[in-house]
Every structure is written in structure tokens, then in C-alpha cells.
């Protein structure tokens, strides 16, 4: 059975980077930005992911344990940032009524 190229994976990594990017910068809802930059933190996991794959069929069997360790903690921070940030747009919310970014100004309560 043939195995799918790493190529193939960092193409995907890539476009599944380019979609986060263009849409945290274009959306002006923050949940569909936050959303954005989560797509892009996976995509960067599938590349670390692909080069640690890549790093054991070369038989390099440390540096594929390091990146499959390095995903875990990424997938962490990851998990931390959902947790906090979905707080803080509640907390938002609750005081303003709305998260649209263009008439959110957290300097003036």
C-alpha cells in the first residue's frame, strides 16, 4: 500500500492556513475570528504532525516523538485559549449587547 506523499499534507496545511488567515482578517464577528485563528493553530499541528511522521520513517524515532509531544501541548494551549476566549466574549456580551469588532471599543465602557 502506498503511502500518501508529505507534500500533500503541507498543501493542505497550507490552504487550511491561508482559509484561518483570510478569514480572521476579513470577518468582523469575533466568535467567526476566533474560529479563524483555531483553523490555523490546526493546520500548523497537521504540518508538525506531517514532518514528525516524516522524521520516523526516516528512523529518527526521537524526532517523531518530539513533534507528536509538541502537537499535545499545542492542542493545550490551544484548549486554554478556547476557554478563556469564549469567557471574555461572554463577558463582552453580557455588557455591550454585541461582539461586532468595528463598534467594540473596550477603552470606553
Not at 9 to 15: K, N, P
Not at 60 to 75: T, Y
Amino acid at each position: 500500500m502506498a503511502s500518501v506523499p508529505i507534500s500533500w499534507y503541507l498543501l493542505l496545511s497550507a490552504a487550511l492556513f491561508c482559509i484561518g488567515a483570510v478569514g480572521a482578517l476579513t470577518r468582523r464577528n469575533l466568535i467567526t475570528i476566533f474560529l479563524s485563528i483555531e483553523l490555523m493553530l490546526n493546520s500548523v499541528n497537521l504540518s508538525i504532525v506531517a514532518y514528525a511522521r516524516l522524521a520516523g520513517a526516516a528512523g529518527n524515532l526521537p524526532a517523531a516523538l518530539d513533534g507528536k509531544v509538541l502537537v499535545l501541548f499545542v492542542l493545550a494551549v490551544a484548549a486554554a485559549e478556547a476557554a478563556v476566549g469564549l469567557a471574555l466574549f461572554i463577558a463582552i456580551y453580557r455588557n455591550r449587547r454585541e461582539i461586532d469588532v468595528n463598534r467594540l471599543n473596550l477603552m470606553r465602557w
